[in-house]
């Protein structure tokens, strides 16, 4: 069964490191999402690709993460510096289509500790 | 400015007996909702989806009741088994101009099946 890859699992960082995530969706999806989820919440969406562009990063605090799809198939998510507030599991997401009307297929994660 | 809401932090029942998760939603540009289970140190898990013309969809155990004059959803998982036992959140996205169907996650209710 095809499933979301992202790397690292767990990553531990100090305060004002740079951190990175990658991400490889299921071969075929156009769509890919990163969310944040902060313990006791749900997911957030930080930033929505379809193929290469950007079509939502509203909520992606941009003066310290930065995301890309350079070729419209796997992603990085970065954070520099990163702060104690970003600690969360950082989840990827692709779906076959935009429309909204169909499900997005979540990796595992990785659980980002800040300390 | 919650826009999905799941007030029941937990919920515990009796394995065998039947689990009803709840969620409530304000957005009426909302037209398909998605139910997903999360383990511990996993990524969420897609279980049933509905869509707004329908108002019930039935998998296995698994039904999702939607009453849009509400605006209201539920989960029913009937029998419930203690392999049920994780978080559920509720999600829900708009299609159409001007939305990206992005997934807006309710915080997530606990369910616990005891044997």
């Known amino acids: 069964e095809a499933e979301v890859a992202q790397s690292p699992r767990y990553k531990i960082t100090e305060k004002s490191q740079a951190v990175a995530f990658w991400c490889d969706p299921i071969?075929?999806?156009?769509?890919l999402y990163w969310y944040r989820q902060i313990l006791g919440q749900g997911p957030e969406l930080l930033v929505q690709?379809?193929?290469?562009?950007?079509?939502?990063d509203s909520q992606l605090p941009k003066d310290r993460f930065s995301a890309e799809r350079l070729k419209g198939v796997d992603s990085t998510l970065k954070i520099q510096p990163a702060e104690l507030g970003d600690s969360a599991m950082y989840l990827c997401?692709?779906?076959?289509?935009?429309?909204?009307?169909?499900?997005?297929?979540f990796g595992q994660g990785t659980r980002l500790t800040v300390v | 400015d919650q826009q999905v809401k799941q007030n029941s932090p937990s919920l515990s029942v009796q394995e065998g007996r039947i689990s009803i998760l709840n969620c409530d939603y304000t957005?009426?540009?909302?037209?398909?909702f998605l139910w997903y289970k999360k383990y511990p140190a996993e990524g969420p898990t897609f279980l049933i989806s509905?869509?707004?013309?329908?108002d019930k969809n039935e998998d296995g155990r698994f039904t999702v009741f939607l009453n849009k004059s509400a605006k209201h959803l539920s989960l029913h998982i009937v029998p419930s088994q203690p392999g049920d036992s994780a978080v559920y959140f509720c999600?829900?996205?708009?299609?159409?101009?001007?939305?990206?169907?992005?997934?807006?996650f309710g915080q997530g209710t606990t369910l616990q099946v005891k044997p």
């Open positions: 071969s075929g999806h156009a769509t």
């Open positions: 509905i869509s707004s013309i329908k």
């Open positions: 957005n009426s540009m909302f037209d398909y």
């Open positions: 690709f379809q193929d290469e562009s950007v079509v939502d």
């Open positions: 997401a692709s779906s076959h289509f935009w429309t909204g009307k169909t499900e997005a297929f």
């Open positions: 999600a829900a996205s708009a299609d159409g101009s001007g939305n990206t169907g992005k997934l807006i």
